[in-house]
């Protein structure tokens, strides 16, 4: 079934359409307006930016938007099926094995930290798999860091409009269903295009590269350890009760959740600006970037056209061009080798290493 030259399946209209009714239910046609506008303008300049970081072969609307829907419907109700079923499983495992006075913050820290970002991030790029368009279109490692971003922006779009319409419409109103989704804007739907975008690396690295299906896990596993950390960071005030530590933590998150749209942008930026590299080679190493000397490229579908014949961005330094967009290697390759001891990465390697700490002792005193 096609709409306005973009296909939902019946069973996707049939999602749509309880998910509609469900939201205007829990509060009323004017608010559920108010917030999906609030929502998916936002999600939508998002992803326009992340489609023209591309500056050849940007991928087609048509495609984008079945990702995007994907993300908005489908992922959003096999994410909450899958966290209905988990997060009873593991409780009920977990009960005799933790200390009665924890239970009543157990199930919080097993759906948000544990549960959900394991769910949703196995949920959100399914699509990338199934759906032959999408498959068709990812002839560029950059393609999987888009589409992966579609899916993510999708889910966090719908994401914040039922937040929108139940925390933020019963703590205050309108008002406060519009102030919460400014703020999960700026910081929780970049997440879930940062964190998809991950695992979407991965898949383009799996489909075009013929690497085992293993990178495809290694970055999925990075997604929810990144989700993770943020939902623990999320969740902090309501668990520990301090306002300052909470405070200083969303403005950090936020910090966290632009710079990697950031980084995101910028790795796509380097990947775009590569002519073609060989089948079954890796990623820049995070440390090749600074050296200077060496042309990564990579093959595409469309073999040797002039099209593709592009200078390589790791090379353009050597003639004056800016090396800051590579920095955006680091968190997109999962290779060790490579020299180690960038600025900017040990900077952010302590930083995160601290910001786990503190999570981590804070959690281990009230459980312990």
Not at 153 to 177: H, I, K, P, W
Not at 233 to 257: D, M
Not at 326 to 341: D, H, I, K, P, R
Request: aromatic share 12%; charged share 15%.
């Amino acid at each position: 079934m096609k709409a306005a030259g973009w296909e939902l399946s019946v069973k996707q209209w049939v999602l749509l359409f309880i998910l509609i009714i469900s939201m205007i239910l829990i509060s009323d046609i004017t608010a559920f307006i108010g917030a999906s506008l609030l929502a998916f303008i936002p999600a939508y300049m998002y992803l326009k930016s992340i489609r023209n970081t591309e500056q050849y072969d940007r991928e087609p609307w048509e495609a984008l938007r079945i990702a995007f829907a994907w993300g908005a419907i489908s992922g959003v109700f096999l994410a909450l099926l899958l966290s209905a079923l988990g997060v009873p499983l593991l409780l009920f495992l977990l009960a005799d094995l933790t200390d009665p006075s924890v239970h009543d913050i157990l199930p919080v820290i097993v759906g948000a930290v544990i549960v959900a970002p394991i769910a949703e991030e196995f949920a959100k790029p399914l699509v990338m798999f199934q759906n032959q368009t999408i498959r068709r279109e990812i002839d560029e490692l950059e393609d999987g860091i888009v589409y992966g971003a579609a899916c993510g922006l999708g889910f966090g779009a719908t994401e914040n409009v039922m937040y929108g319409l139940t925390e933020g419409l019963a703590a205050a109103g309108f008002a406060g269903m519009a102030f919460l989704i400014v703020i999960r804007t700026v910081s929780s739907i970049l997440l879930h295009l940062v964190t998809t975008s991950y695992t979407g690396h991965g898949i383009a690295r799996y489909m075009l590269n013929g690497e085992p299906f293993t990178v495809v896990l290694k970055y999925y596993l990075v997604a929810v350890v990144v989700h993770a950390t943020w939902n623990l960071a999320a969740i902090y005030s309501l668990v520990f009760g301090s306002e300052t530590g909470a405070f200083l933590i969303f403005l950090f998150s936020i910090i966290l959740a632009i710079s990697g749209l950031q980084l995101a942008k910028k790795r796509i930026a380097v990947l775009d600006g590569v002519a073609t590299v060989p089948v079954n080679e890796s990623l820049p190493p995070a440390g090749s970037a600074w050296d200077g000397d060496s042309k990564w490229n990579r093959e595409s579908k469309w073999g040797g056209e002039d099209k593709w014949n592009r200078e390589s961005l790791w090379d353009s330094k050597e003639d004056g061009g800016q090396p800051s967009a590579s920095q955006a290697a680091t968190l997109y390759s999962t290779e060790t080798t490579g020299t180690v001891g960038s600025d900017w990465d040990w900077k952010s390697t302590l930083g995160t290493i601290v910001f786990l700490l503190f999570i981590a002792f804070n959690i281990l005193e009230t459980i312990l």
